[in-house]
């Protein structure tokens, strides 16, 4: 039994995503209570698990409204689980017969994806039925498949295809004239195109001015590729990338996507941005701010208040200033939408400012009245400015098809051998002479969020069980959690071994002078959710950038874009001893930084 359902603040069902088990259980329990007739099937009504769910839900609520304390899980009989999540206003709800650990990761996954599919809009009736289409198809993909199945969602990073200098330079120079192509003809100057090759990245081109890709969007975008590839070879959908971190433009990131299924096992990912990024990125964090506000207001912290309405007040200029800057020709329903939204704002900005004088009750309950109006005028707000960026911008859906039919010609003689080399890319063979007892290895760069690792269908299962790497992975993250950057232990079987660590641009090791364990120890190690609660870092790219953060949290004083974090994993023969798979693993960075080349990788 596995599934997910979102509640909006009025505690209706914006979204569900359930498997037939689940569906299933949920009905026999709606005939037991009387909610649904008997021999009605397993047709699920939304107000049928309004009223199963309500009752957590609204429990959920007020624990963390006046106690600030809210739900993180339920444990249930049989293995039974459920999990929580916020964002901008909306719980999400994880309900599935996996481990509670397991449980939050897919939660986290899950809220994440809804950011890419609908911005800062959720569920928003603007957005259409598409994007709830796009979301639930990402889901079910890795869920159902990835997550379980393969490493590299494991991991959450992408697998590198290593292939020789030449016919690296030829696949980037195809992609850079794809991209030059599109600027002359359609005037994108900002975009990126990204070839895969048997789901492994082979190249990422991006224009100059295009804000660079994040860790995480590039797993979104294979997802996105995994998730869809069943349909037609053609498909555009639109989504909202995050962009790198330390970017003050990052967040959202409002793009269209291009899918083209080329000869060979070939996708290529042709990704224009349209919008202004203050415009996007100020209506963008409002959102956030003013759930802040929202949370600080049910919770009753008069001394939160203030402080919370000045940066509102911030933002709120700010998006004010950029649609004036960024939008000089706007449509009737735009700019109608702008009236009201500045009308809306003044009018709760007075009221705000009457209740700092007096702190009257009375006026608070005035501003919670008037504030679900403005939210939703920020929602039209969003949506509207948007869609005139995405129309200004024009996109030809036409020309990129025809960009990428250049592409693949251009590629067509290499097709073959790529796809032979997608399927044999990293041999743990290879390696056996020069590290013996080596049964795996996976490297990670997590700046750049792509990775390296011998195909799991090419080790034999008798010597490797699968579920030996998921065990090693998910015990390596609890120790990471708790600041151990180097782990190592045994089995009956096996030797595992786990390294993290820091470099600067030219390769030389960086070392954090705090000690991770002890600070996690007494702080905690958190990242502030929607509605400003703190909630436990998940290690990875997608629940949250865990990595960036360890980075600003290891190197205040550093610009996170100078600082790289890798990542490696190792599994040697239960003899080998502790010295000589540390000695293994220096010498394996070695070798394949030599073989992969450092400015690849």
């Known amino acids: 039994m596995n599934g997910l359902i979102v509640f909006n603040s009025a505690n209706d069902v914006a979204y569900q995503n359930l498997n037939a088990d689940l569906t299933d259980k949920i009905c026999h329990i709606a005939i037991t209570q009387r909610l649904m007739p008997e021999g009605s099937g397993s047709a699920l009504d939304s107000n049928v698990l309004l009223q199963i769910f309500s009752p957590i839900i609204s429990s959920q609520r007020i624990m963390h409204c006046q106690f600030d304390n809210a739900y993180a899980s339920f444990q249930c009989e049989q293995g039974f689980n459920l999990v929580f ?43 259409g039925a598409m994007q709830q289409e796009l979301l639930t198809e990402c889901l079910n993909c890795y869920e159902t498949q990835l997550c379980k199945e393969e490493q590299a969602y494991l991991l959450e990073a992408l697998p590198k295809l290593i292939i020789n200098a030449e016919l690296k330079r030829t696949v980037h120079v195809t992609l850079d004239a794809s991209l030059e192509q599109l600027r002359q003809a359609g005037g994108q100057q900002r975009a990126h195109a990204l070839l895969l090759v048997s789901h492994k990245l082979v190249a990422l081109n991006s224009t100059r001015l295009a804000l660079p890709l994040a860790p995480a969007d590039l797993l979104f975008l294979a997802i996105l590729a995994r998730a869809v590839q069943a349909q037609k ?55 956030f701010v003013l759930q802040k506000i929202v949370a600080v207001q049910q919770q009753g912290d008069a001394d939160a208040l203030k402080p919370a309405f000045e940066s509102l007040e911030s933002f709120v200029s700010q998006t004010l200033t950029a649609l004036k800057r960024h939008l000089k020709q706007r449509h009737d329903d735009l700019e109608n939408c702008i009236k009201k939204f500045t009308a809306r704002w003044e009018n709760l900005r007075k009221m705000y400012l009457e209740f700092f004088k007096s702190y009257e009750r009375e006026l608070l309950v005035r501003i919670e009245s008037n504030l679900p109006a403005f939210v939703e005028e920020l929602k039209q707000l969003f949506t509207l400015s948007l869609a005139t960026c995405d129309s200004a911008s024009n996109p ?17 003689e290499f097709a073959e051998f790529l796809a032979v080399k997608a399927a044999r890319n990293i041999s743990i063979d290879a390696y056996l002479e ?24 090419q080790n034999n299962p008798q010597l490797l069980p699968k579920t030996k790497l998921w065990q090693m992975v998910e015990f390596t993250r609890s120790y990471l959690k708790k600041g151990q950057t180097t782990v190592m232990w045994k089995d009956r079987t096996f030797h595992y071994s786990y390294f993290l660590w820091f470099e600067d641009l030219s390769g030389g090791i960086l070392k954090c002078s705090l000690d991770l364990q002890q600070h996690f120890l007494s702080t905690g190690f958190g990242s ?65 930084s030599d073989v992969v080349g450092e400015e690849t990788f």
Do not use: W
Request: charged content about 15%; overall charge neutral.
């Open 528 to 592: 502030a959710s929607g509605n400003g609660q703190k909630s436990p870092a998940e290690p990875g790219a997608l629940p949250m950038d865990y990595y960036s953060d360890l980075v600003e949290l290891c190197f205040p004083k550093l610009s996170p874009g100078k600082v790289r974090v890798y990542e490696l994993y190792c599994i040697h023969l239960g003899l080998v001893t502790a010295t000589c798979a540390v000695e293994h693993a220096r010498r394996l960075v070695a070798t394949i």
């Open 434 to 457: 020069d590290f013996p007892g080596l049964v795996h290895f996976m490297y990670v760069n997590r700046s750049t969020g792509q990775m390296l690792a011998p195909d799991l269908r």
């Open 85 to 127: 999540g916020e964002l901008l206003g909306f719980t999400f709800l994880k309900i599935g017969q996996l481990g509670i650990e397991q449980l939050q990761r897919q939660l986290g996954v899950a809220i994440t994806l809804t950011r890419y599919c609908y911005g800062a809009n959720l569920f928003g009736s603007q957005a």
């Open 233 to 287: 070879s053609q498909r555009a959908v639109a989504v909202f990338l995050q962009g790198v971190s330390h970017d003050v433009n990052s967040g959202c990131v409002p793009s269209i996507v291009h899918i083209s299924r080329l000869h060979g096992h070939q996708v290529l990912l042709q990704l224009i941005e349209y919008g202004h990024m203050p415009l996007t990125s100020s209506i963008y964090d409002t959102f």
């Open 396 to 412: 030809q859906l036409d020309q990129l098809a025809d960009s990428a039919a250049i592409v693949e010609a251009k590629l067509l």
